[in-house]
Structures are given as structure tokens and as C-alpha cells.
């Protein structure tokens, strides 16, 4: 246990040097906020307006799909649209080669630092979040709009332990698109692809119940769905009991599988990565 | 046994290559074309532990591969690596915790952090007992002189001030070996001296082994005994500095003032390349006409009022060298 703490120390030493810089950039924090107030703002409306038009029946209700949205915005930056900054501009630069220079496994150091660069990101945004639309939004009168309570305690504890899973599978997906960033030595191609395919497979776009019935089974099992749309849905009490626990089940699954392909693949990059100069 | 033995080494790069104008951009999709470089062509050499070593060469001459491959960065194409038991490449987890790398062009220290910060967190990532961690930042600090930068965030630092902290900071977690790839480069004077000092220091009273490569020839001058030069991937000479300089240039100057007007000289051995009112410029060959006997004839025959000699410049020496064995870049 002790070999095992020592070991994890520069990891964490790394996370928490990290997490203390980003946390300095207020400016950033403020109008990352401002931005997605506003696009919270109008999906609600579209969101109401869709409700207001259509008689049918619909996976979510109307209060569940502005809680759904709320916390997408809160929780926005944990998605990862694109690969770290930090190794782009060390592919320019051609830096890569000092983290070579680290006696750490290469694909841990910068996995540790991803995680620490979303988490100090979300923390700003999500608290002020939470406080606009969960504790401004009722005192002002505008209580439907409003971000409500976690639909049980059970929902409440799911949703605690999934957001821990969806930090870790986050990460490992960022990973993948960090080491597409090293293979291809631009963030252009990877950055372009990943914003597409996340934004619309985790559900930040539309929750995922929205689409067709016969992309549902497919929709759930992707590894795209536990960023967003899993823990969302166990907030407001949509998946439940058996059906929530696959819905972890299958975050862990992916978490996994994504961490050792990423593992792999960063390997064989970066044994075949050439550094240029004489 | 030496502490570094490299065999026979090789390096080729594989480089793509692509016609100029839209169209040749849109042949590269369909059929890239490769050239393959060849950056090391079966170089070998072997250190001792505690030597200084320079690594001198035109650009592209192969300095920094060799490096990279010494340090772990970079896999060799073919032939043998080891340093202190092991195979960099391979063995790169044990392998880099032993050693110290510093590239001139490129920072190791995180930019937003203060100088301290990047030291602590370079305590924790190669594992250094505190205690341990602490006498060694300290020595370098004061070797360095690094108390007022400590609290400074790396950005706001100078270039010399900033090299400084990284070579200290490639020596916290005490490695026996240094490579520095041109550390002085784009350094103001006093910083060069600055960091000269400090490498010889800990060459000579630490013992740590020394490689660097360098196009400042004066950094050669003031710390190697011993120089390896590399043009097109290959070893053109591995020997004292001092009969490089000897073998290369024989030549030397003198320089001239006479009491009246600079005499029209012809002495067999030695050239005037130059002569304007009092002075006089002679370049002369040593193994023809001795310093003492040039000296007598001079002062002989002229009154003189000041005399001196000087040895050809070390970029001089260089340049020729590198001519001779046609190792500038193409």
C-alpha cells in the first residue's frame, strides 16, 4: 500500500499543480459562464416551445428536459471536445520529447493532468451554475425554468458516483483524442472530429431519448452516452433501479477498455515518434 | 569500464516529401513520396565516468540525435547504445531517472509557475527524499545564484536567468550524467559565463559526466578537454581541443607599431596582409619562421613600439576544419 502511495505521488503532484493553476483563471471561468447562460437560456425556450407544439408522448417531461439541459451547462467543460491545450502546443513546440524525459509512464502523466485541467475548469462554472438556475431563477419568479433537486436519494448517491466516472472516462476519451493530436502533430483533425461525434452522441445537443426508437439500444451502449446522458438521466429520476446500475456498468466498462486501447496506442506513437532537429 | 559506449550507431528519418503548388499538395494524398535522412551514419565513441565531452558540428550535422538517442528519446535505427548498464531506449523509465537533459531551445520549468513551484513538483515526479531534495536545491541555488528568481514565475524570466534555473533544475534529482544541447544559445555574456561556471563546477567537484553540444566555440574553449566533431552523420575527429586547433591552423598572427612609417617588409615565411601608417599585420607559419626569430629580425632592423601575436579565432579553426572535410550542410 505504501509502494503504491509513492508511486501515485508525482501523478497526484502533477493533478494538484495543475488544478492550482487553472483555478487562477477567473477571466476565463466568468466568461465561459456568460456563454453558456445564454445557450442554456435558448434550449430551454426551444425545448418549451417543441413541448407547447406537440401532443405525444415524450421520453422526458418538460421539467426533467430543463434540469437535464441546466446541468449540461454546469457541467459543460467536462466533455471533451478537444485534446489537452497543453499537448498540442507541445506538439508545435516540440516539447513531447521532456515529458519523454520524465521517469513516469508517459500515457499516466498526461492522463493525470487532463483530469486536473477539466475538474479545476468545472468547479468555477458548475458552482455558479448551480446557483444561478437551481437559487436565482425561483427567487426572481422564473421557478418552471428552474434546475430541480435530484429525483431521490438513491438518484442523488447514482449521480455522485457517476459524475466521479464520467471525470475518469472523460479523460481516457481525451486521451485518445491527445494521442490522434501526436500521431497526426496537428490538433486540427482530431479537435474537428471529436467536438462533432461528442456533442452529439453524449446527448449535450438533444438527450439521447429524443432520437429514434431504433437507435436507442445502440445510443445506451456507446461510450459517448456516459458523459452526458447517463448521469443526467439518473438525476431527474429517468433511469432507475437495475437499468441505472448498466448504465454505470457500462461507463466502468468503457472507462476501462478506453484507458488500456489508449494505453496501447499511446505506446506504439510514441515509439515511432520522430523529433525533428538536427 | 566506460560509463557510456555507443557502437556503430545509426539513425535514419523518414521525411515526406511533397511537390510545390495546389496540385502537387493533391498527388501527396493519394501517393506520398518519401526521403529517408540519413542523420547518424555508424558513429562510436566511449566516456569515462566524469569526463567533459563537446559535441561540435554544422547544423544538421547529427549533434542533437545523438543526444536524443543517448538520452532515451529516440529509438537508433541500428547498432549500440548503453549508458551506465542499460539501454535508454529500451530501459527509459530507469534509464532517465539517472540523467540530467537540458535543451537550450526548449523549456523544461511549467511557464506559469514560479521557479519554486517547478522545482517542488520536479522533487515529486523523480521521487527525491525530501531531506535529499532539499540540500541539493539549495547547493544549486547558491551555486547558481537562483535566491531572487525562486518566487518568479518562468515566464517573467529572462533567457539567462531562465537557463540558469533549468540546469539547476536537471540536477535535483542528482543525476551522474548532464547532456545540455547548446545551452548557451541566444545567452548575453555574462550569462554564458555564468553557465560555463557552473557546468565546469559540476564536472570538476562533483564529477558529474558532462556531454555538450555547442556551435559557441568558446564554451568548447573554456570547458572541453576533449571534442568530438560530426559532420553528415559521421565522426570527423575525437581529440584533445588543443591539437585540433594545432592540426587545423597552423598559422598565426603579428601584429606590429614602428616608430616612424610601417616598413615594406619581405621576410621568407610571413605575409603582410596588411599595413597602414605605424602598423603593420603579418600572418606567419610557425614551422617556417619561429615567434623568437621573427621577433629578432623585426626588431633588428625597425624601432618598434608595440608588438603582438595572436592565435588564429576559434571560429576560424572551425570553419576550416569543417571545409576540409566538406561537412557544411548542403
Redesign the interface.
Same mark, same amino acid.
Given at each position: 500500500m505504501a509502494a503504491m502511495a509513492?508511486s501515485l @505521488? &508525482?501523478y @497526484?503532484? +502533477?493533478f494538484a499543480?495543475r488544478f492550482m493553476?487553472m483555478l487562477q483563471y477567473r477571466a476565463a471561468a466568468v466568461a465561459g459562464f456568460a456563454t453558456q447562460c445564454w445557450w442554456g437560456f435558448i434550449k430551454v425556450m426551444v425545448f418549451a416551445a417543441f413541448f407547447r407544439s406537440t401532443t405525444g408522448h415524450q421520453p422526458l417531461t418538460l421539467a426533467q428536459v430543463i434540469t437535464y439541459t441546466w446541468l449540461g451547462q454546469a457541467f459543460l467543460v467536462l466533455l471533451p471536445w478537444w485534446g489537452d491545450p497543453e499537448v498540442a502546443e507541445m506538439v508545435r513546440?516540440?516539447?513531447v520529447?521532456?515529458d519523454?524525459?520524465? &521517469?513516469?509512464?508517459t500515457y499516466f502523466f498526461w492522463y493525470w493532468r487532463a483530469m486536473a485541467w477539466m475538474v479545476a475548469r468545472v468547479v468555477p462554472r458548475a458552482a455558479m451554475m448551480f446557483t444561478l438556475a437551481a437559487v436565482i431563477l425561483p427567487i426572481a419568479g422564473l421557478g418552471q425554468w428552474r434546475l430541480r433537486m435530484p429525483a431521490s436519494i438513491e438518484a442523488a448517491t447514482l449521480f455522485t458516483g457517476a459524475m466521479v466516472l464520467v471525470v475518469l472516462l472523460s479523460s481516457a476519451i481525451l486521451m485518445l483524442i491527445n494521442i490522434l493530436v501526436v500521431a497526426t502533430m496537428s490538433e486540427r483533425g482530431a479537435n474537428a472530429l471529436a467536438t462533432q461525434l461528442v456533442t452529439i452522441l453524449s446527448g449535450s445537443l438533444v438527450p439521447l431519448p429524443f432520437f429514434p426508437d431504433w437507435m436507442q439500444r445502440f445510443l445506451f451502449l456507446q461510450p459517448f452516452a456516459g458523459l452526458v446522458d447517463i448521469p443526467y438521466r439518473i438525476y431527474v429520476g429517468n433511469l432507475t433501479g437495475a437499468i441505472a446500475f448498466a448504465g454505470l456498468s457500462q461507463m466502468i466498462a468503457w472507462m476501462v477498455t478506453l484507458v488500456f486501447v489508449g494505453h496501447w496506442l499511446m505506446g506504439r506513437v510514441l515509439?515511432r515518434l520522430? +523529433?525533428q532537429?538536427? | 569500464m566506460p560509463q557510456i559506449i555507443v557502437e556503430n550507431l545509426s539513425k535514419t528519418?523518414r521525411v515526406s516529401e511533397r511537390q510545390p503548388g495546389a496540385w502537387g499538395a493533391l498527388k501527396g494524398l493519394f501517393a506520398r513520396r518519401y526521403r529517408v535522412v540519413e /542523420?547518424l551514419r555508424g558513429i562510436s565513441f566511449s566516456l569515462e565516468r566524469g569526463e567533459l565531452l563537446g559535441f561540435i558540428g554544422p547544423?544538421? /550535422?547529427?549533434?542533437?540525435?545523438t543526444i536524443?538517442i543517448l538520452?532515451? $528519446?529516440?529509438?537508433p535505427s541500428s547498432g549500440r547504445c548503453e549508458v551506465d548498464g542499460l539501454e535508454p531506449s529500451r530501459d527509459?523509465?530507469?534509464h532517465?531517472?539517472r540523467?540530467g537533459?537540458v535543451?537550450g531551445q526548449?523549456?523544461?520549468l511549467?511557464w506559469?509557475?514560479p521557479v519554486a513551484?517547478g522545482f517542488?513538483?520536479l522533487r515529486? $515526479?523523480?521521487?527525491v527524499a525530501e531531506a535529499d531534495y532539499r540540500r541539493t536545491r539549495d547547493e544549486m541555488v547558491g551555486l547558481m545564484r537562483l535566491e531572487r528568481l525562486l518566487d518568479q514565475p518562468v515566464r517573467q524570466l529572462s533567457l539567462g536567468q531562465r537557463m540558469r534555473c533549468e540546469i539547476a533544475a536537471a540536477m535535483l534529482h542528482r543525476p551522474s550524467i548532464l547532456f545540455l544541447d547548446e545551452p548557451t544559445i541566444g545567452l548575453d555574456a555574462p550569462s554564458k559565463l555564468a553557465v560555463r561556471e557552473f557546468v565546469k563546477a559540476l564536472n570538476r567537484e562533483q564529477g558529474v559526466t558532462v556531454i555538450l553540444t555547442t556551435h559557441d566555440m568558446h564554451d568548447i574553449e573554456a570547458l572541453a578537454e576533449r571534442v568530438i566533431v560530426i559532420g553528415r552523420g559521421v565522426i570527423l575527429a575525437d581529440k584533445p581541443f588543443e591539437s585540433l586547433r594545432t592540426e587545423v591552423l597552423t598559422e598565426r598572427r603579428l601584429f606590429a607599431d614602428f616608430v616612424g612609417a610601417a616598413p615594406d617588409l619581405i621576410i621568407p615565411g610571413a605575409t603582410v596582409l596588411h599595413r597602414e601608417g605605424n602598423s603593420i599585420e603579418l600572418s606567419f607559419d610557425p614551422a617556417v619562421i619561429s615567434v623568437p626569430q621573427l621577433i629578432s629580425r623585426l626588431s633588428s632592423d625597425h624601432d618598434l613600439v608595440d608588438i603582438h601575436i595572436e592565435q588564429p579565432r576559434i571560429e576560424e579553426v572551425i570553419a576550416r576544419f569543417y571545409d576540409l572535410h566538406g561537412a557544411t550542410e548542403a
Open positions: 509513492a @505521488r &508525482p @497526484r503532484s +502533477v499543480m493553476l513546440t516540440g516539447n520529447s521532456y519523454r524525459l520524465r &521517469p513516469l509512464d515509439s520522430q +523529433v532537429g538536427g | 528519418y /542523420a547544423n544538421g /550535422a547529427g549533434k542533437s540525435t536524443k538520452s532515451g $528519446i529516440l529509438e527509459r523509465m530507469r532517465v531517472a540523467i537533459v535543451f526548449r523549456t523544461q511549467w506559469d509557475l513551484d517542488n513538483l515529486d $515526479i523523480y521521487g
